[in-house]
Nanobody, 126 residues
Framework: VQLQASGGGSVQSGGSLRLSCAASGSNFRNFHTGWFRQAPGKEREFVAAISRSASGFNPRYADSVKGRFTISRDNARKMVYLQMNSLKPDDTAVYYC??????????????????WGQGTLVTVSS
């Protein structure tokens, strides 16, 4: 499965953006999907993850984005989305989508992801 992230841009603090992750390949619905981000000079960190099916586990979020970000997926379109509201300057980073088959308990672990998109830059100004 190949992934391509898009939707990044520059917004002011308090603004919103919607990131998209398009997947190619026939097995997308077999993977949990996650969003991670990497700010300049920092390590890549977990943002959100969604189970492989709508009937699966509830989405998981990093504490820093809970209540502001919403992850969703459309398996028919092979898409995953990250709706980001109330953006803050600290949200500035390159955002990556990835897929994993790891058990849900470890879905926030970057090392368990096998495929990544190329990243999309989000810049939030104060």
């Amino acid at each position: 499965v190949q992934l391509q992230a898009s939707g990044g841009g520059s917004v002011q603090s308090g603004g919103s953006l919607r990131l998209s992750c398009a997947a190619s390949g026939s097995n997308f619905r077999n993977f949990h999907t996650g969003w991670f981000r990497q700010a300049p000079g920092k390590e890549r960190e977990f943002v959100a993850a969604i189970s492989r099916s709508a009937s699966g586990f509830n989405p998981r979020y990093a504490d820093s984005v809970k209540g502001r970000f919403t992850i969703s997926r459309d398996n028919a379109r092979k898409m995953v989305y990250l709706q980001m509201n109330s953006l803050k300057p600290d949200d500035t980073a390159v955002y990556y989508c990835g897929i994993t088959t790891i058990v849900w308990a470890y879905v926030d672990s970057m090392s368990r992801y096998t495929n990544w998109g190329q990243g999309t830059l989000v810049t939030v100004s104060s």
